[in-house]
C-alpha cells in the first residue's frame, strides 16, 4: 500500500514536500513516479526517479523547481517542490511502475497511492 502525505494550502513562490511511503511492501527496483490531475485535466506524469536513484526525469514544467528523490532503506519517495505556482495546484499522486524504469505513462504504472491535495493560491 502506498501512503501520499505532505500537500496542503500555500502561496505562490512557497514550498512543500510530498512523501510516498510504502508499507507492507518494498519499492524494490521499481521505478517511483509522481502524477497530479488539476481539476478537469487528465492526470499527468509531473517526475519519476529509477530504482537506483539515478536518472531522474521531470515535466518540462517543473524542471529546475521540483526534485525527486528516494531512499531505499526507509521505503520513501519525496517530490520536493520550490517557487510553487498556482498552475500546480492539483491532486498529486505517488506511483510505482511495473518496472525499474523512472518514465511512466498510466498504463506503465503497477499501484498508485491514495493522493494528496496541494493548493497554491496567487
Known amino acids: 500500500q502506498l501512503q501520499a502525505s505532505g500537500g496542503g494550502l500555500v502561496q505562490a513562490g512557497g514550498s512543500l514536500r510530498l512523501s510516498c511511503t510504502a508499507s507492507?511492501?518494498?519499492?524494490?527496483?521499481?521505478?517511483v513516479g509522481w502524477f497530479r490531475q488539476a481539476p478537469g485535466k487528465e492526470r499527468e506524469f509531473v517526475a519519476g526517479?529509477?530504482?537506483?536513484?539515478?536518472?531522474?526525469y521531470y515535466v518540462d514544467s517543473v524542471k529546475g523547481r521540483f526534485t525527486i528523490s528516494r531512499d531505499n532503506a526507509k521505503n520513501t519517495v519525496d517530490l520536493r517542490m520550490n517557487n510553487l505556482k498556482p498552475e500546480d495546484t492539483a491532486v498529486y499522486y505517488c506511483?510505482?511502475?511495473?518496472?525499474?524504469?523512472?518514465?511512466?505513462?498510466?498504463?506503465?504504472?503497477?499501484?498508485w497511492g491514495q493522493g494528496t491535495l496541494v493548493t497554491v493560491s496567487s
Open positions: 526517479i529509477f530504482w537506483t536513484g539515478y536518472p531522474t
Open positions: 507492507g511492501r518494498t519499492f524494490g527496483v521499481n521505478g
Open positions: 506511483a510505482v511502475s511495473k518496472s525499474g524504469s523512472a518514465t511512466m505513462r498510466g498504463a506503465d504504472v503497477a499501484s
